[in-house]
């Protein structure tokens, strides 16, 4: 075969990948009909296509480039790193210096007393440790039946079998099997969608007391720990009431529940902290980090676990691990992506700056006629599309119709913008400008009126 390169024309590109590329959470059927759009390269928050075309990426890729596109400085670390030590593993009495120096950088960075890290080569892999890790703490203080984790519906944690079974994702539950046993979903803190005629604050301690009523009614001695999103990402970035976060900790002191912040998506930044955590007063026994650890430059997630966590864990041992724990030129990665936020102040300048000029821009969205609300916290924001705004109404369309029309008009206005329901969800990189941010909310704006049109033409403006 010839060397297949960004040189190729674009139809080439999309034929080979059609027949050989089996892509996540996709039709692939109908992706081969249209072709998948082929991205070549990146700098800063600009992706650019196989034709040339600059598309401005308010995803930060999949929530995760937080530094942005094209530092050479990762490129450097990980060059270094291979030339040294491409590869070792951390599993028969032996470590190396990468996986050193992040655990203990991430010590430094985490908040309170969770310092000890157990590395996975994403957040799936490490939500999967989490179930094995919380059940056999309990294991291990002879309590080996509290093994129920308790999460939310429309939560998401991955995409392995573990993972996907503690997510409340439906569909996914519905292929393969899930979720496996001793898994129990409580409703999400969603008010825009739920909450009916009770006040935010009345209906996010009414969510949260929903974990209450599930540890009262499967046994304080069955349940091992709690787990869900600061704010949930791939459900549509739903930032919970200001009662929510408050009650569950309360909930999960009181009956001894292990809680655990899935920070993938939250964390190194996004909600203008270092943690969600910091940014709803949570404090979680451990945290499940992935995405912005790295930037996404090199795959790798984790769980750093608090000491009395840790002590425990330390004296077993636990029998699990995957031959890309701590990998060295990840870690070496991760490790530089975190020298340059701090250095460059980066997370302080999207807190301080950046968000609460983006959150003026995304919030004036909201008069849109086809947006029921535009909500944001740090540089992750979502506006719900509604034919109805006065009521909240959802459309009589399938879930996702709406949405998908206004992402296919973001991507003709070069903006990725994504949907997911009903939902069009925002993540740039931490490092857009304030002119990129006016840019970003102009397309959306642009998108909007034209997907308005859209659906007026075709009848679907029009409420369940
Ligand atoms: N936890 C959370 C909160 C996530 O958002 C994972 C765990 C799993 O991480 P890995 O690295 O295994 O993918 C995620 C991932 C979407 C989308 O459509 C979101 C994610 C992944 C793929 C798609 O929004 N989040």
Not at 19 to 28: K, V, Y
Not at 267 to 279: D, H, K, L, Y
Not at 401 to 430: K, Q, W
Not at 458 to 463: E, I, N, R, S, T
Request: aromatic content about 8%.
């Amino acid at each position: 075969m010839n060397m297949i390169s960004n040189h190729m024309p674009t139809a080439e590109l999309q034929a080979l990948d059609a027949a050989h590329h089996m892509h996540p959470f996709t039709t692939n059927n109908e992706l081969a009909e249209k072709g998948a759009r082929v991205i070549t390269r990146a700098k800063g928050v600009t992706l650019t296509d196989s034709e040339g075309n600059d598309i401005l990426d308010a995803m930060a890729g999949l929530w995760c480039v937080n530094l942005g596109y094209g530092r050479p400085e990762l490129a450097e670390a990980a060059m270094r790193q291979m030339q040294e030590l491409p590869y070792y593993n951390t599993f028969f009495m032996t470590t190396h210096v990468p996986a050193i120096a992040l655990s203990a950088k991430l010590a430094e960075l985490a908040p309170g007393n969770l310092n000890h890290t157990f590395f996975a080569g994403s957040g799936s892999e490490a939500n999967d440790t989490n179930i094995r890790m919380v059940r056999t703490y309990w294991a291990e203080l002879g309590k080996p039946e509290k093994k129920v984790i308790i999460a939310r519906h429309n939560g998401y944690h991955g995409s392995s079998v573990g993972s996907a079974s503690l997510g409340g994702m439906k569909p996914m539950h519905a292929q393969g099997g899930l979720p496996i046993p001793d898994m129990h979903h409580i409703g999400q803190p969603y008010w825009y969608g739920e909450g009916g005629d009770k006040s935010p604050e009345e209906f996010g301690l009414e969510r949260a007391q929903e974990l209450e009523a599930a540890i009262n009614e499967l046994g304080e001695d069955r349940v091992a720990a709690f787990i869900a999103e600061p704010i949930q990402g791939a459900g549509g970035v739903i930032i919970p009431p200001s009662t929510y976060w408050p009650e569950i900790q309360r909930i999960c002191e009181k009956y001894e529940i292990l809680l655990i912040a899935d920070e993938v998506i939250c964390g190194f930044g996004r909600t203008g902290n270092w943690f969600g955590s910091q940014t709803f007063g949570i404090r979680p026994d451990i945290m499940t980090i992935a995405k912005g650890l790295s930037s996404g430059y090199a795959p790798i997630g984790g769980s750093i676990v608090s000491d009395e966590v840790a002590k425990v864990m330390d004296a077993c041992e636990f029998v699990h691990g995957y031959t890309y724990s701590g990998h060295p030129v990840a870690c070496a990665v991760a490790l530089e992506n975190l020298r340059i936020l701090e250095e460059e102040k980066i997370v302080e300048k999207a807190g301080a700056e950046t968000a609460p000029y983006l959150k003026e821009k995304w919030q004036g969205l909201a008069d849109h006629p086809l947006v029921g609300e535009a909500v944001i916290e740090g540089l992750m924001g979502s506006i719900a599309l509604t034919p109805d705004k006065a009521s909240r109404a959802a459309f009589a369309a399938d879930a996702g119709t709406a949405g998908y029309v206004v992402r296919e008009a973001c991507f003709a206005n070069s903006l990725v913008m994504r949907h997911t329901g009903d939902r069009m969800v925002i993540s740039p990189p931490l490092v857009i400008t304030k002119s990129e941010v006016d840019t970003l909310v102009e397309r959306a704006w642009r998108a909007l009126d034209f997907a308005h049109k859209k659906l007026s033409d075709d009848g679907l403006m029009k409420a369940a």
